[in-house]
């Protein structure tokens, strides 16, 4: 994955900046049509327009890894609900799996897109290559988007560079990740919610060999990870930051490559060796961890707050009568009783330089934080997902059930926009816990190449491979030769 990025960005690099002198408008061009009326306010549906904008075709090619229909045959519903919403016609690439390598080799083949969907770290890579359109102008001149009530004001603080331009437009209100357990697991065993890392041994070793299931067969693992992703939980106990953090001198360094992270691995170690972490934890991705917590084969997940909403809702779509109950928990606090969540990177939506149709582009930007747009990314599409009748009233298929309204965009910041059906079952108060303990993770343009290095080490250390010390010694240095921390 991490080779299959780095020759993605070299890619992109070529190709995008190749068409940059023919494709891209200067900031003063693009702020001059900056704040256009795309007919439709924060909070108030309207009739899109159906002029074109500057004198573009309403066309737009758009790549994205989460946004869409759930299935190619309803991507297609999808791209024709933009069309009646916003009279864009839209065509919409939405790869079923690894979307890094599709999006490199639909690039590489020459293919030019209007919008991209990608996370704030790969878009911190492209602004290095010069390969995005800054949208500064743009955004501040926006109607919908410089409102407050739509994008709180330091929100925008994530996505500016140093110099305080914008590249990209929030898709959604991301979120955080979390400690994820069996809470019906708990009950059944007479488990107390865990708070120390001692606890947490207690209560996953129970989760693996006490038959919780009650299938009478030892087959449940205690925590399973889609490799290190989300374990901030368990390394809070040593109060320590994933990914980069910027020292008091304004140094940079990474947290997992200190000794103070030894015990952690330490502990994570035990844990695989009396097989209470899943085996296969290094290798998962996180369709194959939820698969796991979904069929009663693991007790705890590390991820994000609005899974815990749907992991319950497709328990309960399955049985009415279920007792699974998912709830998040704060992880582990260090020594001075502080909790230290993860906060994710925000999803954003890009304008490559090459792009064919800029200005309709940032008009479907807009219009994607305004409530059709909201109600497209969330509830789905109308007749599929949720049918309207003669009063306003919404009301879910059985399809729309099934998606649980996540077409991309499970939550939204825009605060004139309420979620007609309110929220999944747990989602709240996992909300809670990423706005009281979370924060935004530092990703400088060079993570790949550290995350390559932080893996490899962190995964001898936890599967016993090398002493904890030792792989944290060996992390560090390489880190250090390859000028990768100060």
């Known amino acids: 994955m991490v080779k299959g990025k780095k020759l993605f960005s070299t890619i992109m690099a070529v190709s995008l900046i190749g068409g940059a002198l023919a494709g891209c408008s200067s900031k003063a061009e693009n702020g001059a049509n900056a704040g256009a009326d795309t007919g439709t306010n924060a909070g108030v549906t309207a009739p899109a327009s159906t002029e074109p904008a500057n004198n573009e075709e309403r066309a737009l090619k758009i790549m994205t890894g989460v946004i869409g229909g759930k299935t190619p045959e309803e991507n297609v519903l999808f791209e024709k609900e933009i069309e009646r919403l916003t009279g864009i016609k839209a065509t919409v690439n939405k790869p079923a799996s690894d979307y890094d ?26 602004i290095d290559q010069g390969i995005l359109t800054p949208l500064t102008d743009q955004v501040t001149g926006s109607k919908v988007l410089s409102d407050p009530s739509v994008i709180p004001t330091n929100e925008w603080d994530q996505l500016k560079t140093k110099d305080g331009e914008i590249y990209g437009v929030f898709t959604k209100y991301q979120g955080g990740t979390m400690p994820i357990v069996r809470a019906d697991w708990l009950t059944k065993l007479e488990l107390q919610e865990p708070k120390t890392l001692d606890e947490y041994y207690t209560v996953l070793k129970a989760f693996t060999e006490q038959d919780p299931d009650g299938n009478g067969k030892k087959d449940t693992y205690g925590v399973s990870t889609a490799g290190l992703y989300d374990v901030q939980g368990f390394f809070s106990a040593a109060g320590l930051k994933a990914r980069y953090v910027q020292t008091s001198d304004g140094k940079l360094d990474v947290p997992f490559s200190t000794d103070a992270a030894i015990p952690v691995y330490e502990w994570l170690n035990k844990l695989y060796k009396e097989g209470i972490l899943d085996p296969n934890f290094a290798t998962n991705d996180s369709g194959k961890m939820r698969d796991l917590f979904l069929s009663d084969r693991v007790g705890m997940v590390t991820y994000w707050d609005a899974w815990v909403g749907m992991f319950n809702n497709t328990r309960k779509q399955q049985d009415p009568n279920t007792t699974f109950e998912a709830k998040a928990l704060p992880g582990v606090p260090d020594a001075n009783g502080n909790y230290m969540l993860r906060r994710g990177d925000p999803d954003v939506w890009v304008i ?77 108060a996992a909300q809670d816990l990423v706005n009281q303990y979370a924060t935004l993770e530092l990703t400088p343009p060079n993570w790949a190449d550290a995350e390559k290095i932080i893996n490899e080490y962190s995964f001898n250390a936890i599967m016993g491979e090398l002493p904890a010390a030792d792989a944290v010694k060996k992390m560090r240095e390489e880190l250090k030769a390859a000028n990768l921390i100060d």
Not at 104 to 113: P, R, V
Not at 367 to 391: A, C, P, Q, R
Request: hydrophobic share 35%.
């Open 352 to 428: 490559p330089v090459n792009a064919e149709h800029p200005k309709t582009a940032f008009e479907f930007i807009e219009w994607w934080n305004t409530k059709e747009g909201i109600t497209l990314g969330s509830l789905g599409i109308k007749d599929n997902d949720y049918t309207v009748d003669s009063g306003g009233k919404l009301t879910l298929t059985e399809t729309g059930e099934e998606h649980a309204g996540d077409h991309g965009v499970p939550f939204w910041y825009n605060s004139t926009v309420e979620a007609p059906f309110g929220k999944l079952p747990g989602v709240q």
């Open 101 to 126: 390598q599709k999006l490199l080799a639909a690039i590489a083949s020459g293919e030019k897109y209007d919008l991209l969907q990608i996370s704030k770290s790969q878009m911190n890579s492209f």
